[in-house]
DNA sequence: TCGGGTATTTTTGAATGCAAAATGATCGCC
DNA sequence: GGCGATCATTTTGCATTCAAAAATACCCGA
């Protein structure tokens, strides 16, 4: 058995893995709309490979709940049903408490130098598509400290569900300036390890932006 | 466009998706030991199909956690690390006490009816395969009341990742009474639609499982 | 006999090909 | 002119095929 082995990276992503990013990124950016046919010839143009590794990819992405596969009859991407958005809020809930409660435990100092940089950065870059961005990296970065990979896996395929959803709320200036006052509350409770106050605001915070969300789908200003 | 379409089953399964649901079985049933190559060639014998089914049905088990992928040297079981079990029931214990909160408020009587039947079928079925099986009946139709379809779907998954070890824990009866002792103060605070003492009672029993199927996997013995 | 390197076999990843189903268009009928 | 049925086209699902990579076997030299 060779013994150099450990460093060499497994970085020889496979086509198939390759698209399912490429694709996840294209319905991420809304670029198909809900319920739209997923037009099979035309991806393997643009992707510049085969059917059958596209094929695979749209399984994949079918199990993660981007895409409907109808049997013979074609991939269409899943409709975002507002019922489903404000389930999605409802478990995530759930999820952003027990993030609270155990990062407040065993966040490392790097952990905590990570965090406090991101939340720095949201800061200075209050345009929506770096806001999102940021954002998006704060909390993952909370839910990594939880040190519970299952329980980051599950919080972003979680929070990708919703990800389409997130830019138009934060193209508002007020909830954006809402939000970041929620972050600063979280960043006190975190930096005491107050775990329950940590949760309690991680939760709130997750309800807050759910009921922006929602009320952005239904079409309502977004003023609360 | 036609009108009568909603009452004709979409029920033509894919060849894949019939593959799917087999080799999950297999895993689960734990036929192909942990970190095995997954023989390829055998399995399309085994069900019948061509390799591109087969293929398929190997990515979308990848992304469920069943299996891992390494690009040009195939694929294996995923190893059950005690760690990740451990990792499992601590996100699933947060899951379970939301369950208690929602299941509480939102079961309708068809719900109560459905829980307190499979609870009794519980009582009569000790033998590990029925008690394995009618157990994750009854924690499904709890999270089923909370009528929330993305909880149930994201508990489900989560279920399955520790599916092939509960029926070692089940198959010793010191256990199993307790674990029936545990549903029954559940089924009291369920009747009386006491969501916080249900929240608590049911990620209590999550924890307990958890613990004895961690003494399991360590080789310890069950009794506490 | 052992080690290293090369050749062979096996296995994997992806493209192509083919049959069946669905979609859409044309035509006939009322 | 509107409606339905039949036929052509497109699209889908799966099998097969082909090339490349890995695993294995083999050979040769020390």
Sequence with gaps: MSLARQDEEPEAVSLHEQTVNKLRTVLLNGELSDGSRIPEAQLCLRFGVSRT?????????????????RPNRGSIVAPIDPVDVAHVFELKGAIENQIGLLAA???????????????????????????????????????????????????????????????????????????????????????ARARLDLAERLAEHNRLTGEAVLRTLRGEDLAP
Tied chains: 1, 2.
């Excluded at 590794?53 to 596969?69: D, H, N, Q, S, T």
């Excluded at 954002?135 to 919703?162: G, S």
């Excluded at 389409?164 to 006190?188: G, K, T, W």
Aim: glycine content about 0%; proline content about 6%.
């Design 53 to 69: 590794p596209l094929r695979e990819a749209l399984k994949v992405l079918a199990a993660e709940g981007f895409i409907e596969l």
């Design 105 to 191: 435990l065993r966040a490392t100092p790097q952990d905590h130098d990570r965090i406090e940089q991101v939340h720095r950065e949201l800061a200075t870059h209050p345009d929506p598509t770096s806001y999102t961005e940021l954002n998006q990296e704060f909390h993952r970065a909370l839910a990594t400290a939880t040190h519970n990979p299952v329980l980051v896996q599950t919080y972003d395929n979680l929070q990708k569900r919703v990800l389409r959803l997130r830019f138009v709320v934060n193209e508002n200036p007020v909830r954006v300036a809402q939000s970041f006052d929620e972050h600063e509350a979280i960043m006190v409770a975190f930096r």
